[in-house]
């Protein structure tokens, strides 16, 4: 079957949790079928990227992707003239309609295209194929209401208010569109089908991993936490923040020589601030290669308050048999059974108790580094969650009949 697969980002290195997300599925994919990879690409991306991604796929084709302040407030311009979606609209570039009508006109129609988050969705609407999937990391109409929801009143909650509600209609709209929407947990089904309206088929396909060799050894010298994620990401930072203010001087007060270390590329000033004020915190920034540092970590922290989707981060820790204390938002939609694959805590004093138990109980920490790693190899393996690619590749797709698809509001697609 020839694939064409649309991405955001260039899904390698495995240096962030969508880049996880999507290796997983195109390595699949490309390991059953013929796959043209159709992606965005940065100045910064690794150069490896390229050759690699090559060695897997039938082809790969880029179109860079710039942003800056001055871009993004022309995009919110146009987003306040025409109720359009401000996310979606910064994603829009002539360029990437243009590469795909090449392709088209080169290789003729494809047997199915993948879209690969909702960013690209409107450029799927395009291709001429068999089979429709849209694969969603988060519902973001969904993530966006929870990050608003922690916000002070002011431009920047009344802004993000306005952006999830557009949202919520353009993820409706494109639920008419796909023959297939890929959704990574129960939750993120349920609300998306809150408001899809429509006869597209919501599948849930967790997010998939590599599980490797086994757990990777590691040895702490002290009480040492770490926290991994993409520091520019709002909801990583709140969580770090509202951890090293609220719930890391608890923890210190008992275990003066603990450490924490924050790893994750573009951290704003005010967490980089934080190593400035106590001597025990460690902010790196990007690390091409995180693996000294989980070697000498003793616990993974993931105290998300605003998330949709799944972490990476965290099925990555438990293959390679790293603690995580984690809150509830943090763990949603992975089978994890809490106290024994990881615990859970939503409070400072919670969190930072749970924290304490796994720096000072090596039982108790051995025990939940066993059970993460056989969770992992048993659930969250990609070559066994990614066969249900397989019944939806080969399935018929549904007779769609809907004002959407006959004449009713048109899209970026039609508009871009």
């Not at 996880?20 to 940065?42: C, D, G, I, Q």
Request: overall charge neutral.
């Amino acid at each position: 079957m020839r694939v064409l697969m649309l991405t955001q980002v260039l899904p390698y290195p495995l240096d962030s949790g969508p880049k996880f997300k999507t290796y997983h599925v195109l390595r699949y994919l490309a390991e059953r079928h013929e796959v043209t990879l159709v992606s965005f690409a940065r100045d910064d991306d690794d150069p490896r990227a390229l050759s690699h991604l090559k060695s897997l796929c039938q082809a790969v084709h880029t179109v860079p992707m710039t942003r800056s302040p001055v871009q993004d407030t022309g995009y919110m311009l146009v987003s306040l003239a025409t109720n359009r979606p401000f996310l979606m609209l910064r994603d829009e570039r002539p360029a990437m309609r243009s590469l795909i009508r090449q392709l088209i006109a080169e290789n003729g129609p494809f047997d199915a295209v993948h879209a690969d988050q909702l960013n690209m969705a409107a450029y799927a609407l395009g291709v001429p194929a068999a089979r429709r999937v849209l694969d969603e990391h988060n519902v973001l109409w969904a993530l966006c209401r929870r990050i608003c929801a922690t916000l002070p009143q002011g431009p920047k909650r009344w802004a993000l208010e306005r952006e999830w509600r557009l949202l919520r209609r353009y993820e409706r709209e494109m639920s008419y569109r796909f023959d297939a929407i890929l959704t990574v947990s129960e939750a993120d089904r349920a609300m998306l089908a809150e408001v899809a309206d429509g006869p597209a088929r919501i599948e849930i396909m967790p997010i998939a991993i590599d599980p490797g060799a086994g757990i990777l050894p590691r040895h702490p010298d002290g009480p040492h936490i770490l926290h991994l994620g993409t520091m520019f990401w709002p909801p990583n930072s709140d969580g770090v923040l509202w951890f090293a203010h609220q719930v890391y001087p608890h923890i210190r007060a008992r275990l003066p020589e603990v450490r924490f270390s924050i790893v994750g590329a573009d951290p704003p000033p005010e967490v980089r601030a934080l190593a400035a004020e106590d001597a025990s915190i460690t902010v790196t920034g990007y690390l091409a290669d995180a693996e000294p540092v989980i070697r000498c970590s003793s616990l993974l922290i993931v105290p998300l308050r605003a998330g949709s989707g799944m972490r990476v981060k965290i099925l990555n820790a438990l293959a390679q048999g790293l603690p995580v204390v984690t809150t509830t938002i943090g763990c949603e939609g992975i089978a994890v059974v809490a106290g024994r694959d990881l615990l859970v805590a939503d409070t400072p004093e919670e969190f930072a108790q749970a924290a304490l138990r796994v720096l000072t109980d090596e039982t108790l920490a051995r025990t939940l580094s066993q059970n993460g790693r056989r969770l992992v190899e048993q659930v969250y393996d990609y070559r066994v969650v990614c066969r249900q690619l397989d019944d939806i590749y080969s399935s018929q797709p549904p007779a769609v009949s809907s004002p959407l698809l006959t004449g009713g509001p048109q899209l970026m697609a039609e508009n871009g």
